[in-house]
């Protein structure tokens, strides 16, 4: 059993920060990716960032240079850190990692979202 626990989550205004973290737990050998997705009201989820095992990472245009994410891979959490915040960053946020188990099955889990609300 893998779990995946977000917090972080909230309402800001333009301009505001706010940081997600979420903490993989249970039976992991491997973390491959960590990430962060994200889904509007009406539009498909889309990737915000994703670091990898080997600590390069990718991000979405529409957040580069705002958005940071970072990862503890003893505690197996990643973080999104998120500054100048924009209304169209309000959605809900996924957490999203790829692992295998101590089984040696890998698959992909999904959190169970955190909203953030960007609104004056």
């Known amino acids: 059993q893998v779990q995946l626990m977000e917090s972080g989550g909230g309402s800001v205004q333009p301009g505001g920060s706010l940081r997600l973290s979420c903490a993989a737990s249970g039976s992991i050998f491997r973390v491959y990716f960590m990430g962060w997705y994200r889904q509007a009201p009406g539009k498909e989820r889309e990737l915000v960032a994703r670091?990898?095992?080997?600590?390069?990472?990718n991000y979405a245009d529409s957040v580069k240079g705002r958005f940071t994410i970072s990862r503890d891979n003893a505690k197996n959490t990643v973080y999104l850190q998120m500054n100048s915040l924009k209304p169209e960053d309000t959605a809900v946020y996924y957490c999203n990692v790829k692992l295998t188990t101590p089984s040696l099955i890998t698959n992909n889990y999904w959190g169970q979202g955190t909203q953030v609300t960007v609104s004056s």
């Open positions: 670091i990898i095992s080997d600590g390069s990472t």
